[in-house]
């Protein structure tokens, strides 16, 4: 019975050896369907329901599983053959009447990857090699929006996955355990995830949440006009080190906030839906951001590790690696930013 936490995955560098499938690792909503008869229920990673969110799901489900089943999956909404990740955050949303509009306009997917139960049979103490042979018999009924997600124990076959499938929006790798049993809320699990650096203008930063120094560096690049867009932030830094930064961002804080590139975004009313701006509200909380933030002058370049960017995003953690006095900010600009070849995201299901 719901809620039930998902099993996780721990970070790896390269893929690992050992008796493993591996599947690609999707970026979208990660959820635990639970279907008994004409009743079903989505839950997310944090036990919260996503049923309402995604009413276009519920009846293919009902279709294709089994009339009673637990499945863990991921929801996903394709544009224009490719993960959309932006388009799967504005579903999240209070109004049905927006909800409905959206389940037309961009539709969701689900894929399954794992089952925990089928009819009587608990599940969870087999093997996962074991689950993924009951998952693929029920696959046999799956029709889209509801998929399938590929496995393969071929290790080279996972290597060109890797390589290949960020072009269609994904960021990596899930490596599992065959001889794993499902362990709900442990990182038994691993991932591959691609990682890069690229230098940013650093523009402000925010206060950490407990007021004792520097949460996270606010940063931007510029485009071929030389704008400077906000990409996202850069955090990661030890106790120690956010009472340090706070000495050291000192001497570039601005005496006139209006001189910024962004100094707009002090006046609230351009807090607007739509807006890409420090403080925003979160479509998945609901809640402002508290945490101030404060403008810099354009003086420092950091270099930060990333692992995807979307629509000039950071997506996932952002962590600063080092500055970069050796760079001036203007020259931090979006064509440092590798893109990779495209790929179809029906290549990637089908695969």
């Given at each position: 019975?719901?809620?039930?936490?998902?099993?996780?995955?721990?970070?790896?560098?390269?893929?690992?050896?050992?008796?493993?499938?591996?599947?690609?690792?999707?970026?979208?909503?990660?959820?635990?369907?639970?279907?008994?008869?004409?009743?079903?229920?989505?839950?997310?990673?944090?036990?919260?329901?996503?049923?309402?969110?995604?009413?276009?799901?519920?009846?293919?489900?009902?279709?294709?599983?089994?009339?009673?089943?637990?499945?863990?999956?991921?929801?996903?909404?394709?544009?224009?053959?490719?993960?959309?990740?932006?388009?799967?955050?504005?579903?999240?949303?209070?109004?049905?009447?927006?909800?409905?509009?959206?389940?037309?306009?961009?539709?969701?997917?689900?894929?399954?990857?794992?089952?925990?139960?089928?009819?009587?049979?608990?599940?969870?103490?087999?093997?996962?090699?074991?689950?993924?042979?009951?998952?693929?018999?029920?696959?046999?009924?799956?029709?889209?929006?509801?998929?399938?997600?590929?496995?393969?124990?071929?290790?080279?076959?996972?290597?060109?996955?890797?390589?290949?499938f960020e072009g269609a929006g994904l960021d990596g790798l899930i490596a599992k355990p065959r001889g794993g049993t499902y362990a709900p809320n442990k990182r038994t699990q691993f991932k591959v995830k691609h990682t890069r650096t690229v230098d940013v203008a650093?523009?402000?930063?925010?206060?950490?949440?407990?007021?004792?120094?520097v949460g996270s560096l606010v940063v931007g690049l510029h485009d071929d006009s030389g704008h400077l867009h906000h990409c996202g932030v850069a955090a990661g830094f030890t106790a120690q080190r956010r009472r340090e930064l706070l000495d050291e961002l000192g001497?570039?804080?601005?005496?006139?906030?209006?001189?910024?590139?962004?100094?707009?975004?002090?006046?609230?009313?351009?807090?607007?839906?739509?807006?890409?701006?420090?403080?925003?509200?979160?479509?998945?909380?609901?809640?402002?951001?508290?945490?101030?933030?404060?403008?810099?002058?354009?003086?420092?370049?950091?270099?930060?590790?990333?692992?995807?960017?979307?629509?000039?995003?950071?997506?996932?953690?952002?962590?600063?690696?080092?500055?970069?006095?050796?760079?001036?900010?203007?020259?931090?600009?979006?064509?440092?930013?590798?893109?990779?070849?495209?790929?179809?995201?029906?290549?990637?299901?089908?695969?």
């Open positions: 019975m719901p809620p039930v936490k998902p099993m996780l995955a721990k970070a790896v560098s390269g893929i690992p050896d050992g008796d493993l499938a591996f599947e690609p690792k999707w970026d979208g909503f990660r959820c635990i369907v639970f279907r008994d008869g004409d009743e079903v229920e989505l839950g997310s990673r944090n036990e919260r329901p996503l049923t309402r969110y995604f009413p276009e799901l519920v009846d293919p489900l009902k279709t294709g599983l089994p009339p009673r089943a637990v499945v863990d999956g991921e929801i996903i909404v394709p544009v224009d053959d490719r993960l959309g990740f932006d388009a799967l955050q504005q579903r999240i949303h209070p109004a049905e009447s927006r909800i409905n509009r959206l389940a037309v306009e961009t539709p969701a997917e689900f894929v399954a990857f794992d089952v925990l139960a089928v009819a009587d049979a608990d599940l969870m103490g087999e093997p996962f090699r074991d689950r993924r042979a009951v998952l693929e018999a029920m696959a046999g009924a799956f029709e889209a929006p509801v998929r399938l997600a590929p496995s393969t124990v071929d290790r080279d076959l996972a290597r060109d996955w890797y390589e290949r650093v523009a402000g930063f925010r206060m950490h949440v407990d007021g004792e120094g001497p570039h804080m601005m005496d006139d906030p209006r001189e910024h590139p962004w100094a707009e975004w002090m006046d609230p009313a351009a807090h607007h839906e739509g807006a890409v701006m420090p403080g925003t509200p979160n479509r998945w909380s609901g809640q402002r951001r508290q945490q101030p933030w404060v403008p810099l002058r354009l003086e420092l370049v950091a270099e930060v590790k990333y692992e995807a960017m979307l629509n000039g995003r950071f997506r996932g953690t952002t962590r600063f690696v080092r500055w970069r006095p050796d760079r001036a900010p203007e020259s931090c600009r979006f064509d440092q930013v590798e893109v990779p070849a495209a790929v179809g995201l029906n290549e990637v299901l089908s695969a």
